[in-house]
């Protein structure tokens, strides 16, 4: 013990002189450069500062002290007064110290206040491993108590890592736990952790179940926390079913209960569900206030998740009311912040907006550019998953295989036993033979059908991929290459001053630039239905207003004609679907329409309500939307009429001002309407005009 305390006093004391060294070395010279070898960082104070602050924490925590209670009390102090640094600190003491004792208890209970800290300031990777430190050590010594908060809490980590399997599980490891500690409070919290998963799956009636039973738990105990929690879930539950009455009494019960406990994390996200749906109905003032209220919480605690999520949400804001500026100010902090940290979520999200912005101040190619890279993002989260599930599939490859060589073996057995009778064998033993060849024979078959369909479905896809390279090869190079010309012919005609050709050339260029724009929205919706990425979320839809914002799109290619857009749909009529699909559906039918109407031409879109539609010969259930798309263009001939849905054909024509396209348009629309159980079909006369007539399901309250 001597010579323990006389090498610890000594390396306390080297310690101490290496602090004084340096801080000597400080006030001689801050900016001696030869330093920085020692320093291994920029020659600055802060970088000396940075190290002595370092040297000053293994200092503290080699300081003499057997009390792991007294210093966990301590960070428990930090803790609650949001301290949350200095609380690791102590949290980090009380760890080294049991360890030091070999007090697994103290020990357990430090890994888990650890893991709480990281938790709390967004760092879930750190929490993951602590939490795991101190679920080893608990279930080493039978602590039920601590393993069951555990799994919750791994649970939730694995939620925060968008993990939702691992999390049910750990979950549901918990709940089993909390019936048998009779732990009310715990329960409540798990029952609405569950809840969450079902949500996070689209499986809403049991989310609510579970919500509400543990609203109903804390309405009989006086606990605070749980209360919020619950109220904030019902509030995210009815915020996602669009009752947003329902959904602000909910998230304005869950704060004033966080209030009463000072939480800080809830208040901050109980804003951003308030101001997003403060957003949606366009009380942007309040909106903003919620949104700022957020990102000051986010700062207090240091929590750059929320952080990130809050500037986004006041670039969003600012985007909605057409403060371009500012939008790109806030989504640019916003997306720093997300790459320096890998929220690869808010990533997708910042570049989605940024591409929204730089199309709405007309910089196009800069739209495009974020739209691609944002769309990376979404491969990149995708894949992941992938990896996860390639990883599940040759775990059960090598037991496939191993059972096979079982199998291999035991048929080998056999064999040997059947030989040993060969002699013995009977007609009746023949006869079982021969059936045994046909039952082989039948497999054969069977095989061959499935190998026979596999090659089928290739070929199916190998036709739709040299078809995109296709129209990627000439109908979008064509276009590019249109493009390309036109600047530089813009580029030769601004040396001569003439504002006119000049003008002239603008507007060919927008006509191009809106041109390729719309092909590469067809291109990747397409492809997103053919590969099964395309996402189905049908909502209730004001169809005066999507038609509308159709309109929107195609007014430029509509004025450049003196063709008039006319709707004569009335602003009580609303449909149940699928947004972006019926944007896509409803635009391109109109951007056919223009094409083929010939100067100063109409195109009227009008709507029967209470249709009723079939699929396959059989009338579907519920009541359609009839919306009919009519021109008084140069109509279809009949052979064109007949193929112009063919699955097998991409038919295109130049349109009456030699416009170009790829048959992809229609084909969208048919595939989307379908989605949506809606039949689509065309009427048309040869210099009359053409009306597209498809029905979409109505929205019933």
């Known amino acids: 013990m001597i010579l323990q305390d006389t090498i610890k006093y000594i390396f306390k004391l080297s310690l101490f002189v290496m602090i004084s060294t340096l801080q000597n070395a400080l006030l001689i010279n801050s900016q001696d450069k030869n330093l920085t070898p020692l320093l291994t960082i920029q ?50 003491k009380a760890n080294y110290l049991a360890k030091k004792n070999n007090n697994k208890i103290q020990l357990a209970r430090s890994y888990k206040q650890i893991g709480k800290m990281y938790w709390i300031k967004g760092d879930l990777a750190i929490a993951l491993k602590k939490y795991k430190q101190s679920l080893l050590i608990s279930q080493s010594i039978s602590d039920t108590s601590l393993t069951c908060v555990l799994y919750n809490n791994i649970g939730a980590i694995y939620w925060g890592l968008d993990n939702h399997d691992k999390a049910l599980k750990f979950y549901y490891l918990s709940l089993a736990l909390r019936d048998t500690l009779n732990d009310i409070k715990g329960k409540s919290l798990t029952l609405n952790n569950i809840g969450m998963v079902f949500s996070e799956w689209d499986k809403d009636n049991e989310a609510l179940q579970y919500y509400k039973k543990a609203s109903i738990i804390c309405e009989d105990i006086d606990y605070p926390f749980g209360t919020a929690y619950s109220h904030f879930n019902l509030g995210n539950h009815y915020f996602k079913t669009r009752d947003f009455d329902l959904a602000t009494l909910n998230y304005e019960l869950a704060i004033s209960n966080y209030m009463q406990i000072a939480n800080l ?102 739209a495009l550019d974020y739209y ?8 990149s989260i995708f894949n992941e998953e992938k990896s996860k599930q390639i990883t599940q599939l040759e775990i059960l490859h090598k037991t496939a295989k191993k059972e096979q060589e079982n199998n291999a ?137 999507v038609v509308e914002t159709a309109f929107e799109h195609n007014n430029h290619s509509a004025l450049t004609k003196s063709i008039t857009l006319s709707s004569e749909i009335d602003s009580d009529v609303y449909v149940c679907a699928d947004e972006k699909m ?80 790829t048959g992809l348009g229609l084909k969208l629309c048919k595939e989307f309407v379908g989605i949506h159980n809606g039949k689509i079909r065309v009427e048309s006369e040869l210099n009359t005009g053409s009306k597209f007539i498809f029905t979409v399901p109505q929205y019933v309250a």
């Open 43 to 92: 020659d600055s104070s802060e970088s000396i500062n940075y190290h002595l602050i370092k040297i000053g924490k293994i200092f503290f925590l080699l300081e003499d002290s057997s009390n792991v209670e007294e210093n966990l009390s301590k960070a428990k102090a930090f803790y609650d007064a949001k301290n949350y640094d200095s609380a690791v600190d102590y949290y980090l």
């Open 265 to 366: 994390n809830g208040l901050s996200i109980c804003y951003e569900k308030l101001g997003q749906i403060y957003e949606t109905k366009k009380e942007y003032s309040l909106a903003g206030s919620y949104f700022k209220k957020m990102l000051s919480i986010s700062d207090s605690i240091d929590n750059k998740r929320n952080k990130a999520s809050a500037l986004f949400n006041i670039a969003h804001l600012n985007f909605s009311t057409n403060n371009y500026n500012k939008a790109l100010y806030f989504v640019k902090q916003s997306n720093s912040i997300s790459e320096n940290n890998g929220y690869k979520k808010h990533s997708n999200k910042n570049y989605m907006l940024l591409a929204d912005i730089y199309k709405k101040t007309g910089e196009y190619q800069k």
């Open 372 to 379: 691609i890279i944002a769309n990376q993002f979404k491969d």
């Open 409 to 545: 073996l035991k048929r080998e057995k056999e064999k040997q036993l059947t030989q040993s009778k060969v002699d013995r064998l009977t007609i009746k033993n023949q006869g079982i033979l021969v059936f045994a060849i046909i039952i082989i024979l039948s497999i054969a078959v069977f095989f061959t059908i499935v190998v026979y369909r596999k090659n089928q479905k290739l070929k199916t896809a190998n036709d739709t991929l040299n078809k995109l390279f296709s129209i990627i090869g000439h109908d979008l190079r064509g276009p590019l290459g249109n493009f390309k010309g036109l600047i530089d012919l813009l580029l030769l005609e601004g040396e001569s001053n003439e504002p006119k050709k000049i003008n002239s050339l603008l507007k060919s260029m927008q006509k191009s630039a809106n041109s390729n724009y719309d092909l590469l929205e067809n291109l990747l919706s397409w492809s997103h239905s053919k590969t099964g990425q395309l996402s189905y979320k049908p909502e209730k839809l004001n169809l005066s207003n």
């Open 582 to 661: 019926l944007d896509t559906i409803l635009r391109n039918l109109i951007s056919n329409a223009v094409k083929f109407t010939p100067k100063s031409g109409t195109i009227n879109i009008t709507c029967t309500k209470n249709k009723q539609t079939q699929i396959n010969g059989n009338e579907t259930k519920g009541s359609f939307i009839e919306i009919i798309v009519a021109d008084n263009g140069i109509g279809i001939s009949g052979d064109v009429l007949q193929k112009i849905f063919d699955d097998d054909i991409f038919h295109s024509s130049n349109g009456t001002n030699n416009e170009t396209g």
